[in-house]
């Protein structure tokens, strides 16, 4: 099984900008289907973006124009560029690795095999 190390969250000020990155290690990194989930406090874990192990993106509506999902297979890291951050963004921040899934269910929290520790983002008007 993968494991799943998240860095790059942080302070910042809405408006700013955050670069997150998940290094894996322990697996076929370019088998995996990486997502990136979101968790504040008193709700549930959202989708917020995924690659899938053949370089298709999706990205959940309330980021699309902000956020952008990227993999470096040579390096076994994804990304998650944050721009334009909202005090709304404010969550915990998780890194996912799934095999090999499609877009259509990389959406889903549980179709994915492992999960990091997460990274907190805080976005402050």
């Known amino acids: 099984q993968v494991q799943l190390v998240e860095s790059g969250g942080g302070l910042v000020q809405a408006g700013g900008s955050l670069r997150l990155s998940c290094a894996a290690s322990?697996?076929?990194?370019?088998?995996?289907?990486m997502g990136w989930f979101r968790q504040a406090p008193t709700k549930e874990r959202q989708f917020v973006a995924a690659i899938t192990w053949i370089g298709t993106t999706t990205h959940t509506d309330s980021v699309k124009g902000r956020f952008t999902i990227s993999r470096d297979n040579a390096k076994n890291t994804v990304y998650l560029q944050m721009n334009s951050l909202k005090p709304e963004d404010t969550a915990v921040y998780y890194c996912?690795?799934?095999?090999?899934?499609?877009?259509?269910?990389?959406?889903?929290?549980?179709?994915?095999?492992?999960w990091g520790q997460g990274t907190q983002v805080t976005v402050s008007s």
């Open positions: 322990g697996g076929t990194f370019n088998r995996y289907t």
């Open positions: 996912a690795a799934g095999n090999a899934l499609y877009s259509y269910s990389a959406t889903t929290p549980g179709r994915y095999d492992s």
